[in-house]
Structures are given as C-alpha cells and as structure tokens.
C-alpha cells in the first residue's frame, strides 16, 4: 500500500469523525439555521471527485472512505433541507387560517 493512500486515508478518517457529530447536532436541534448548504454541496462534490479519481485511476479502500463520508454528508443536508421545510410549515399549522362562513 502506497504511503500517499495512507496519508488520503488519515485525512478522510479524521474528516469522517465530525460529520456524525454534525448529523447528531441537526437531529438534536431540528432546526438548521447556520448551515451553509453551498458549503455542503460542495464538500458532496469534492467526495464524488475523490470517488471517481479512485474508480478512474488508482482503486484502493480509500474509495470506500470518500464513499463513506459522501453518504455522511449527504445524510446531513437531505436532514437539513427536511427540518427547514418542517419549520417554515409548522407557523402556519400552529395558525391555521380562519373560516368564513
């Protein structure tokens, strides 16, 4: 195993550890303010380029960690996108619009 792929891999490794963290922080706070979803389609980009450099050039387990932390990212913004549509739609149940007769 090169020594460049365990470097890749220590580097995916400890990027990998904060995205549960992050996963856990949106379930707990259910409300997604401050999140910067540029910022997460972006890293979602860069793991699909990491992803297809390995499946193009040189294939090693490290694909599995740009796989990984994709799937981990992308877990978090599809809970973004789903409390912030939750939240805009809960004022208006808590308020529901009068009836005329």
């Known amino acids: 195993m090169p020594l460049s792929s365990m470097f890749e ?3 995916l ?7 549960p963290f992050a996963i856990i922080k ?4 259910k409300n997604p303010a401050g ?5 997460l389609f ?3 980009i860069g793991y699909i380029a990491g992803c297809l450099y390995k499946i193009t050039g040189k ?4 694909f599995w960690l740009y796989l990984l932390n994709g799937l981990l990212v992308a877990t978090d913004t599809v809970l973004c ?4 549509h939750r939240n805009k739609k809960a004022p208006e149940l808590a308020n529901p619009p ?3 007769c």
Request: hydrophobic share 55%; proline share 0%; net charge positive.
């Open 13 to 19: 490794i400890c990027f990998g550890f904060s995205w």
């Open 9 to 11: 891999a220590m580097m």
């Open 26 to 29: 949106t379930v707990k706070v």
């Open 81 to 84: 996108l789903h409390y912030q």
């Open 98 to 100: 009068e009836k005329r």
């Open 35 to 39: 999140k910067s979803y540029v910022f």
């Open 42 to 44: 972006l890293i979602i």
């Open 59 to 62: 294939f090693d387990f490290v």
